[in-house]
Nanobody, 124 residues
Framework: QVQLVESGGGLVQAGDSLRLSCAAS????????MGWFRQAPGKGREFVAG????????FHADPVKGRFTISRDNAKNTVYLQMNSLKPEDTAVYYC?????????????????WGQGTQVTVSS
């Protein structure tokens, strides 16, 4: 079992930055592929970014490429999402998720553990 707790969300203005954190506890964190997803009101949960267990490979969805960066610190059992140049369309609840196969996947249905989510609101 893995427990995930997100933090760092908030209300910001367009163009601002935020850094989300996801603290993991339970089983060996370093074996998991980690992802960030988001869900806006009335929409499905969408992939934002993911990172392999070693941190050597990362993936970012097209809408956030060049603005968001995922990273992880296995010594701290934490994964981060640095969000720069935020836009109103980035407004959503952001979720951290863990996939125990270790292989990348962009479909939320292939993740085994989820955090409770943290709200990010970007005003124009």
């Amino acid at each position: 079992q893995v427990q995930l707790v997100e933090s760092g969300g908030g209300l910001v203005q367009a163009g601002d930055s935020l850094r989300l954190s996801c603290a993991a506890s339970g089983r060996t964190f370093s074996n998991y592929f980690m992802g960030w997803f988001r869900q806006a009101p009335g929409k499905g949960r969408e992939f934002v970014a993911g990172i392999t267990w070693s941190g050597s490979s990362s993936f970012h969805a097209d809408p956030v490429k060049g603005r968001f960066t995922i990273s992880r610190d296995n010594a701290k059992n934490t994964v981060y999402l640095q969000m720069n140049s935020l836009k109103p369309e980035d407004t959503a609840v952001y979720y951290c998720a863990a996939r125990n196969s270790g292989a990348p996947h962009f479909n939320p249905g292939f993740y085994n553990y989820w955090g409770q989510g943290t709200q990010v609101t970007v005003s124009s």
